[in-house]
């Protein structure tokens, strides 16, 4: 069904029947057809939105196909592996939030302060590149002997743990699961 929805797609933009909104309905048409392909009202990745995140090359790529000898080859191709980017990014985003409710699950039982829950927000939401005492200082807006507490806390009840080799450098990361 994804060539179809490809084609209905470019052919739409192509007619451009409106004004205004072209783009729009054209995106709307696409994640309809992909509805009704995939045979559920669910669906947990959107065309439209990847689209929306590959925007120069949507742009860029439905330009030449449509002022060129119209074969429409490259924008199917395109297409599809857009198509494609959109269940990865799904399934990525999926695996995140099961990996959290997976830790709030094995971590249901552990009381933490509103801070600590900050912090946990913040490391099971991706964060870059080291976490240590200073940056969450600086984040929670607190003395970095407060930030300590909270960290050491979490590293007593098995939630963090330390990296690096210590002092300045000694960076914290969630626990592996066990």
Same mark, same amino acid.
């Given at each position: 069904m994804g060539p179809y929805t490809a084609l209905a797609h470019f052919w739409f933009v192509t007619i451009h029947p409106f004004d205004d909104g072209n783009g729009r309905i054209a995106r709307a048409i696409a994640d309809l057809q992909l509805a009704r392909a995939d045979g559920s009202g669910q669906r947990c990745y959107s065309m439209s939105a990847q689209i929306q995140a590959e925007r120069q090359a949507y742009y860029d790529l439905l330009e030449a196909s449509q002022r060129g000898p119209l074969d429409v080859t490259p924008w199917l191709a395109w297409f599809l592996g857009c198509l494609g980017r959109a269940l990865q990014a799904a399934e990525q985003t999926l695996a995140q939030v099961l990996a959290k409710a997976r830790f709030r699950e094995r971590h249901q039982p552990t009381p933490f302060t509103? *801070?600590?829950?900050?912090?946990?927000? *913040?490391?099971?939401d991706g964060f870059e590149g080291k976490f240590t005492t200073a940056?969450?200082? *600086?984040?929670?807006?607190?003395?970095? $002997?407060?930030?300590? *507490? $909270?960290?050491? $806390?979490?590293?007593?009840?098995? !939630?963090? !743990?330390?990296e690096g080799a210590g002092g300045r450098s000694t960076s914290y990361r969630l626990a592996p699961e066990a």
């Open positions: 509103e *801070r600590q829950q900050q912090l946990l927000t *913040r490391l099971l940056k969450w200082a *600086r984040m929670a807006h607190c003395s970095q $002997d407060t930030a300590g *507490r $909270d960290i050491a $806390d979490l590293v007593a009840k098995g !939630v963090l !743990v330390h």
